[in-house]
């Protein structure tokens, strides 16, 4: 059972344009952390968003996380070739530390 | 910020042959590390817990006597493949929490494993 729903899976864009991945889930959690991935390496955190409702910007990125903590999307504003690399939300539940991962997103940005 | 460092970063062996994965924690002490297999362009899947001084915790269908831990300090885990196969071939990532931060990983390098 995927706990978290992550779409699209795939996304191939031109560079410039704008795009939003989303994380869905019908379960609640205390905090949701986003990550980029490039290929042979391991990911890399981006934001945690712990209170529901909130918005953080990192750049050109968005982060939101729902009201009621069952949903989380990250959006991109022109995007750049260099923000090729799998995206992964996973969710955490209380104080314990490990994390549900939705299936990525593979983004492609071309120039 | 905090570092996990993840030894080796690649090795091929011979199929029947064991191998042996290093996750360390650098710059803190972490009494949970947790060690993943993801296949290309796919998530992580997570494998087991790695418990400071008891025994590892597995994920449904994960062979505990295949994939051994061994969580020996508070800064070092180690996945030891047992009788590699090529199907065993993966990336292999280990994460760990740090201690004020309770649920946000760092995660390691990960390493390529080819059996061949």
């Known amino acids: 059972t995927q706990l978290l729903e992550q779409s699209p899976q795939f996304l191939s864009i031109q560079e410039g344009e704008n795009l939003t991945v989303y994380c869905n889930s019908s379960?609640?959690?205390?905090?949701l952390q986003w990550y980029r991935q490039e290929p042979g390496e391991g990911p890399v955190l981006l934001v945690t968003?712990?209170?529901?409702?909130e918005v953080k910007k990192l750049k050109r990125l968005t982060f939101q996380f729902g009201d009621a903590r069952k949903d989380s999307s990250l959006h991109i504003t022109a995007a750049q070739p260099g923000d090729t690399g799998l995206y992964l939300c996973?969710?955490?539940?209380?104080?314990?530390?490990?994390?549900?991962f939705g299936k990525g997103t593979l983004l492609t940005v071309n120039p | 910020g905090a570092v996990v460092s993840q030894h080796p970063s690649w090795v091929i062996c011979k199929s029947g042959t064991s191998v042996k994965i290093e996750c360390r924690s650098l710059?803190?002490?972490?009494?949970?590390m947790f060690w993943y297999r993801q296949f290309p362009k796919q998530s992580l899947m997570l494998m087991a817990t790695?418990?400071?001084?008891?025994?590892?915790?597995?994920e449904q269908g994960v062979e505990k006597d295949k994939f051994l831990i061994n969580h020996a300090s508070l800064t070092l885990s180690t996945l030891t493949v047992t009788s590699a196969h090529p199907e065993d071939s993966s990336f292999y990532i280990c994460s760990a929490p740090t201690s004020d931060m309770n649920t946000e990983a760092f995660f390691g390098q990960g390493t390529r494993l080819t059996v061949v």
């Open positions: 968003v712990v209170t529901g409702g």
């Open positions: 790695s418990n400071e001084g008891s025994k590892a915790t597995y």
């Open positions: 996973a969710g955490a539940r209380g104080s314990n530390y490990k994390l549900t």
């Open positions: 379960s609640v959690f205390s905090s």
């Open positions: 710059d803190f002490q972490a009494t949970t």
